[in-house]
């Protein structure tokens, strides 16, 4: 509306000179025209002046007729020296020069009104700009047109923001291509809006067949897809980015990939959630590598089982001969009494009540002797280390008497359970204690003393203690004790510690040795309390 006006304005103007030079011709009063035509011209002009847009009247010959401050401020001259003068004698650029000539000739021959979305034009600086411009015939009296009236919107900002966009997406598709990972994009609803061509490598499918087409679940392997859409979708929910979550994805031919994914959210400028941006990594290698290197430190802890319950063999043997002897004699004297005509059922339920207890005894030993010597994946859940205590207690009860070690134990009351391997943990403690009453050996029978405790420790975490009363262990020795094949035992692999610490690593844990103040050495570990919903 505002180019209406002006155009409508300058029409009037015309007709003001118009009458003027009429009158002038005809002999009648000439100041008084000229002065309202001087003034009505001041008016129009700073009418235009104010305007960010440029504004400006060319004639037929291509010299303007009018042009406001914007358009003097490109050319870098005042309004009143453009006046007169081309686009020619303004800009060095002879391109652009020749297509301002052309398009305002083709406005005022045609009689129609021209938009030129996009037009260049290099300032008095030698900058380039970029102009929107609308331009428009300007009729005489006769219906012809000699004069041409445009006005331009300045979109160079605008231009060069599109501009770094434009390089930005060419950038970032560039990058998808040549990108080792998988790039991708999905909207609020997980449905893919880009994907880059590496999926073709990793899953089988081009680009085109996710993009509006499959969500990013659809992919998942079955057995896990409910839960870990949920668990993606609860990250949507709450805009939260996330990094190296594992999922198992079935390609297109029905191989099981392994990816890890990283993803960012996008929001628009109302802060409202538009979709996810990130990457995901073939891992099924490295998954594959941790799986063989996971079993072969189960086959190297139950190696190092086997090697240590060798050395409890006998004291294990006497363990489980204790009551199996009990059981024969007490079953042996029961039938000598019932054999009485019932006289002593009352000895005999006695006998056999301790008949039953020393069958769960030696049930007790060889369920343990089970768990420890099984093969196979280690199966973890919520534990009470209280009760892991306790079981290797029951196995090495024969050991410490035959040793003449004094074996206390302390068990902190209402202790927080943890979650872990029972095999494993049991070989942790069992190796410990082992070691301790070994160190022993060489200490006079009174001062034998071996303590086992479990406290609560500190930022979330139980902890263990086994400490002995004997040499301690060597400076030089005390950074290698955890070492692989490291021993001070003359038949020792070396494997026992090392293995116990990988462990105790591997279920987030610690685990390390001090010597004591006065004497002896104490062994801890120490596990993460289970999170709430895992006990």
């Known amino acids: 509306m505002r180019f209406v006006r002006v155009a409508r304005f300058w029409g009037v103007i015309m007709d003001e000179r118009f009458k003027a030079r009429h009158m002038r011709v005809a002999g009648g009063q000439r100041g008084q025209p000229e002065d309202l035509l001087r003034r009505e011209r001041a008016f129009l002009q700073q009418i235009i002046d104010i305007s960010p847009n440029l504004i400006f009247v060319k004639d037929r010959q291509g010299r303007f007729i009018l042009a406001n401050k914007a358009v003097a401020d490109v050319y870098g001259v005042a309004p ?34 021209r938009l030129i979305p996009e037009e260049r034009i290099t300032d008095s600086t030698g900058r380039l700009r970029w102009l929107q411009t609308v331009k428009r015939p300007i009729l005489d009296a006769d219906g012809k047109a000699n004069q041409v009236l445009g006005t331009a919107v300045d979109i160079t900002n605008r231009k060069t923001i599109e501009e770094a966009l434009k390089q930005s997406q060419e950038r970032f598709l560039q990058v998808g291509q040549v990108a080792g990972e998988f790039i991708w994009e999905v909207d609020s609803g997980g449905m893919y809006t880009y994907a880059s061509p590496v999926v073709e490598k990793l899953l089988g499918y081009r680009p085109e067949e996710l993009v509006g087409k499959k969500h990013f679940y659809d992919v998942f392997a079955e057995s896990t897809r409910d839960e870990l859409k949920a668990a993606v979708f609860r990250l949507f929910a709450d805009r939260q980015p996330f990094r190296n979550l594992l999922k198992s994805n079935i390609s297109k031919d029905g191989t099981v990939v392994r990816l890890e994914s990283s993803g ?35 086959e190297l802890a139950h190696l190092s089982r086997v090697s240590m319950l060798s050395e409890l063999s006998g004291s294990l043997a006497h363990e489980l001969n204790q009551p199996l002897a009990a059981i024969l004699s007490n079953a042996q ?9 019932g006289r002593y059922l009352g000895e005999a339920r006695e006998i056999l009540h301790d008949i039953v207890t020393d069958d769960k005894r030696a049930g007790e030993v060889i369920q343990g002797l ?18 892991v205590v306790q079981d290797v207690v029951r196995l090495v009860r024969s050991q410490m008497l035959n040793a003449g070690v004094r074996l206390t134990v302390a068990l902190a009351p209402d202790l927080p359970k943890v979650v872990g391997a029972r095999v494993q943990l049991q070989q942790v403690i069992l190796n410990l204690v082992v070691n301790g009453c070994d160190a022993l050996a060489g200490v006079s029978p009174k001062d034998r003393q071996l303590d086992v405790r479990t406290e609560t420790a500190r930022d979330g975490f139980v ?15 005390l950074d290698h004790v955890f070492d692989a094949f490291f021993t001070t035992k003359v038949q020792g692999l070396g494997l026992g510690l090392s293995v116990c610490q990988r462990i105790v690593s591997a ?11 006065e004497c002896g050495a104490s062994f801890y570990f120490t596990l993460p309390v289970a999170r709430r919903g895992t006990e």
């Open 333 to 341: 004297a029961a039938l000598r009494l019932l054999a009485h005509d």
């Open 507 to 517: 279920h987030g844990g610690r685990l390390w040795a001090a010597n004591n103040t």
């Open 80 to 113: 009143d020296a453009i006046v007169g003068k081309t686009d020619a004698d303004l800009n060095s650029n002879a391109d652009e020069v020749e297509s301002f000539r052309r398009i305002d000739l083709e406005v005022m021959d045609t009689l129609r009104e």
């Open 463 to 477: 902890r263990v203690c086994v400490t002995d009363r004997g040499s301690g262990i060597l400076p030089q020795d």
């Open 264 to 298: 960012v959210p996008v929001l628009d400028a109302a802060g409202n959630l538009v979709g996810y941006r990130g990457a995901d990594f073939d891992v099924t290698g490295r998954v594959r590598s941790e799986q063989e290197i996971a079993q072969q430190r189960n």
């Open 370 to 387: 089970r768990v420890l010597l099984k093969k196979g994946e280690a199966q973890y859940g919520p534990l009470d280390l209280n009760d």
